[in-house]
């Protein structure tokens, strides 16, 4: 089956640049290059990913977003210039599957594009319940963490922790996100819980916990567990 991406760029180089590429790596791809063109293409062209630049001539990516997600489980990748984190954060508040910052690379495009692709497929099954990243291998109905096949010892909030990074493999969990899911609502902004925790997960799982490989840091946005 042949992806249909909408891709919404009112810039025309990017425009173009993404299309020609898009289209040789076996996309179909439609382009709008405004928030009205993108939402009649949303609703005629039924695609399967949307791309989403955020300043648009006749409005905002993000309104567009919100609107697409009071309708539509479909991924959205914001593809924008704007790189402030509380940008990121209201973006993946809203609804955004995954952000990148332009300029970017294509393969790092590609790869977004699959896990998005892949996070939905799943979604529909029953919710992932094991990561094997090849040194890291985590169970969650057996509640069993190993590196490099030695079991670890994780306290019960490390192990909630890390079984919320399973489920979203390979995507950015906002810090809110991360609290609210861990913790409960109230602590959405005790965000020192997290470092406190991330450092504990750290130092049980990565081989230099200052330089990790699997429990990324997404700076001011959140964390993000390495795609397996
Ligand atoms: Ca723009």
Same mark, same amino acid.
Request: net charge neutral; glycine share 6%; hydrophobic share 45%.
């Given at each position: 089956?042949?992806?249909?991406? =909408?891709v #919404?760029?009112?810039?025309?180089?990017?425009r173009a640049?993404? !299309?020609s590429?898009?289209?040789?790596?076996? $996309?179909?791809?439609?382009?709008?290059?405004?928030?009205?063109?993108?939402?009649?293409? =949303?609703r005629?062209?039924?695609?399967?990913?949307v791309?989403l630049?955020?300043?648009?001539?006749?409005?905002?990516?993000l309104d &567009?977003?919100?609107e697409?997600r009071?309708?539509?489980?479909?991924? #959205?990748?914001? #593809?924008?210039a704007?790189? !402030?984190e509380?940008e990121?954060v209201?973006?993946?508040? +809203?609804?955004?599957?995954?952000?990148?910052?332009?300029p $970017?690379s294509?393969?790092? =495009?590609?790869?977004r594009?699959?896990?998005?692709m892949?996070?939905?497929g799943?979604?529909?099954?029953? @919710?992932?319940?094991?990561y094997?990243?090849?040194? &890291? *291998?985590?169970?969650?109905?057996?509640?069993?963490?190993?590196?490099?096949g030695?079991?670890?010892?994780?306290? %019960?909030?490390e192990f909630?922790?890390? +079984?919320r990074?399973?489920?979203?493999?390979g995507?950015?969990?906002?810090?809110? !996100?991360? &609290?609210a899911?861990?913790?409960?609502?109230e $602590? #959405?902004?005790?965000? *020192?819980y997290?470092r406190?925790?991330?450092?504990?997960?750290r +130092?049980?799982?990565?081989?230099?916990?200052?330089? %990790?490989?699997? /429990?990324?840091?997404?700076?001011?946005?959140?964390y993000? /567990? @390495?795609?397996a």
């Amino acid at each position: 089956m042949m992806l249909r991406l =909408l891709v #919404v760029e009112d810039d025309p180089a990017i425009r173009a640049m993404l !299309q020609s590429t898009l289209v040789v790596e076996g $996309f179909e791809v439609r382009t709008a290059v405004s928030v009205s063109e993108a939402r009649a293409l =949303l609703r005629h062209a039924a695609p399967d990913v949307v791309l989403l630049d955020l300043g648009l001539p006749d409005g905002d990516g993000l309104d &567009l977003l919100r609107e697409l997600r009071r309708e539509q489980a479909i991924p #959205v990748l914001v #593809v924008s210039a704007r790189h !402030q984190e509380t940008e990121k954060v209201k973006l993946l508040d +809203a609804g955004a599957d995954d952000y990148l910052t332009k300029p $970017f690379s294509v393969g790092e =495009l590609l790869a977004r594009i699959r896990v998005a692709m892949r996070h939905r497929g799943t979604a529909l099954s029953p @919710a992932r319940t094991a990561y094997d990243s090849g040194t &890291l *291998h985590v169970d969650l109905a057996g509640r069993m963490v190993a590196v490099k096949g030695q079991p670890v010892h994780l306290t %019960p909030t490390e192990f909630a922790l890390l +079984a919320r990074l399973v489920r979203s493999a390979g995507q950015v969990v906002t810090h809110r !996100q991360l &609290l609210a899911d861990v913790w409960g609502p109230e $602590f #959405v902004d005790h965000t *020192h819980y997290l470092r406190l925790y991330m450092g504990q997960l750290r +130092a049980k799982i990565e081989e230099r916990p200052a330089e %990790p490989r699997h /429990l990324l840091t997404e700076t001011g946005v959140g964390y993000r /567990l @390495a795609a397996a």
